[in-house]
T-cell receptor, first 114, second 110 residues
Framework: DTGVSQDPRHKITKRGQNVTFRCDPISEHNRLYWYRQTLGQGPEFLTYFQNEAQLEKSRLLSDRFSAERPKGSFSTLEIQRTEQGDSAMYLC????????????FGSGTQLSVL | GQQLNQSPQSMFIQEGEDVSMNCTSSSIFNTWLWYKQDPGEGPVLLIALYKAGELTSNGRLTAQFGITRKDSFLNISASIPSDVGIYFCAGQSYTNDMRFGAGTRLTVKP
């Protein structure tokens, strides 16, 4: 068990550029979650997958955000036309469907939009 | 946005003191959880609660799932310096997504 892995750890980009983050969950976990966290706040739910199906998306997730989990394993989160307000820590978590709520988080990707 | 109200926002205590923090919600949750986050890392699960009224311990940590299913508290006994960090409550509803409180920042003075 290598834990949840996220790449990159840090990303600096210019406003208007597209960025993509990757998450590798714990291998046997069928659920995968994306959260966003800003300074002084708790993680804010963005979306989650059960296997390859995206089951829920936050209303806060604008059309510029898209997430995929093509084979039910790793996931990517893409932000198009980044804005300064997108600057945040993007956290990925995974869990086993029958272990309600026990999310295992990665170390996150810190995004800075200049 | 956040649906959970977590208090206090921050605490400064002396090593050896007990700590109590709580979380309330306007919504009912099926599961309450408590996480701890260190700087630059993701949250780590401390305790999970699944039934209203449930009281669960993990070492020096004790947490309870409120009877109304709209609140939970976390106690830390005999605090030590490594308890420093941010503690988050989280509630999971029937839709399986999980919402987090804004956190309680704990500082322990040796």
């Amino acid at each position: 068990d290598t834990g949840v892995s996220q790449d990159p750890r840090h990303k600096i980009t210019k406003r208007g550029q597209n960025v993509t983050f990757r998450c590798d969950p714990i291998s046997e976990h069928n659920r995968l979650y994306w959260y966003r966290q800003t300074l002084g706040q708790g993680p804010e739910f963005l979306t989650y997958f059960q296997n390859e199906a995206q089951l829920e998306k936050s209303r806060l997730l604008s059309d510029r955000f898209s997430a995929e989990r093509p084979k039910g394993s790793f996931s990517t989160l893409e932000i198009q036309r980044t804005e300064q307000g997108d600057s945040a820590m993007y956290l990925c978590a995974s869990s086993l469907g029958n272990q309600g709520g026990k999310l295992f988080f990665g170390s996150g990707t810190q995004l800075s939009v200049l | 946005g956040q649906q959970l109200n977590q208090s206090p926002q921050s605490m400064f205590i002396q090593e050896g003191e007990d700590v109590s923090m709580n979380c309330t919600s306007s919504s009912i949750f099926n599961t309450w959880l408590w996480y701890k986050q260190d700087p630059g890392e993701g949250p780590v699960l401390l305790i999970a609660l699944y039934k209203a009224g449930e009281l669960t311990s993990n070492g020096r940590l004790t947490a309870q799932f409120g009877i109304t299913r709209k609140d939970s508290f976390l106690n830390i006994s005999a605090s030590i310096p490594s308890d420093v960090g941010i503690y988050f409550c989280a509630g999971q509803s029937y839709t399986n997504d999980m919402r987090f409180g804004a956190g309680t920042r704990l500082t322990v003075k040796p």
